[in-house]
């Protein structure tokens, strides 16, 4: 299929992230009239295209997906059909597969359309009630606890909005996490959105301990599907966070000479007034 006055097409689809009804009608349309649909995972696909009646032949397109299999796609774009990728939910590239794909198209000179709807990050942004103006979109955090605590380390002075995707695994040690790092700033609000648009759905929106209350209180509310959206630092709060932490390095590389790392790290940071496991993590960074 060939688009009315354009080349070949690869179409980026979004689908549903739970409900059903937000498919567009739009995307039903492109995906009947396409000549293939690549998905993330052909069996999980297959129930939804049936669901809205669309019989295209569909192959399947992950992150796993050796470069023979992308040229496999390239080629069927090389030969005039059109293609649209879907991932399992929401929209392609977004935390999902797809971006090898798109820019290896684009390479070729292929037309790649958006046919836009739903995506986590978006639709929890729109009912966090943060600032939304400046956000950065950090995708799924470490799973291991001291990469993770590295990482919101390395985050804790940006003053935009923070987004992150996380599992029912890992959302109370995340949460855990939060608390190490921004536990102390009672200013700092954290959304968290769980099953958006699904049977279940639920909001939990205070400071980081409270969040982390909430989530601790009822099992149920580590269940499902993750979005976590936190204030940004204020510019006079991330100066003065990063001058403390930079003094607590100092002061732990002192008494490092005469004590273990964990109890040069304590004392430090009882001295400069920070988080314990945030120093912690940075002064493993600088023993690596
Ligand atoms: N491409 C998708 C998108 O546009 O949102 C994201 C795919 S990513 C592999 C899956 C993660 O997105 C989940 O672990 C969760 O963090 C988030 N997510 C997806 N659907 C969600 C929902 N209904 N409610 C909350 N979070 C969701």
């Known amino acids: 299929m060939q688009d009315s006055n354009e080349g070949v097409v690869l179409y980026i689809v979004a689908t549903p992230i739970g409900n059903l009804d937000d498919m567009s009608a739009r995307a039903i349309e492109v995906l009947k009239r396409v000549d293939l649909i690549a998905a993330e995972d052909t069996r999980h696909s297959k129930r939804l295209l ?22 496999k796609l390239l080629d069927h774009l090389a030969s005039g059909k059109s293609l649209a990728l879907i991932s399992d939910a929401g929209t392609p590239l977004i935390s999902d597969p797809g971006y090898q ?3 290896a198209a684009r390479s070729l000179g292929v ?3 958006p046919i836009p709807g739903p995506s986590a990050v978006i639709a929890a942004l729109s009912v966090a009630g943060i600032a939304c103006d400046r956000f950065r979109f950090e995708g799924f955090l470490p799973a291991k606890s001291t990469q993770r605590l ?4 390395a ?3 940006e003053s ?20 190490s790092v921004f536990g102390a700033d009672e200013q700092r609000q954290l959304f968290v959105a769980r099953e958006l648009t699904k049977k279940f759905e639920s909001h939990c929106l205070g400071s980081v301990a409270q969040v982390a209350d909430w989530a601790e209180g009822d099992t149920n509310n580590t269940r499902g599907e993750f979005v ?25 590389r002192l008494l490092r000479a005469d004590l273990s790392l964990k109890r040069a790290v304590a004392l430090a940071a009882e001295i ?16 690596d």
């Open 101 to 103: 794909l798109v820019s």
């Open 160 to 179: 935009a909005t923070l987004v992150f995707y996380e599992s029912p695994h890992r959302i109370a040690a995340s949460l855990a996490d939060f608390v």
């Open 272 to 287: 400069a007034g920070v988080r314990k496991n945030a120093l912690y993590a940075l002064m493993l960074q600088e023993a």
């Open 150 to 153: 590295k990482r919101l380390q």
């Open 155 to 157: 985050l804790a002075a």
């Open 50 to 71: 049936q669901h809205f009646a669309v019989n295209t032949q569909l192959t399947s397109h992950h992150d796993f997906s050796s470069a023979a299999e992308v040229q």
């Open 228 to 252: 976590l959206v936190l204030s940004g630092a204020s510019v006079q709060d991330a100066a003065e966070q990063e001058a403390g932490m930079q003094r607590a390095q100092e002061i732990a």
């Open 111 to 113: 037309e790649v359309l």
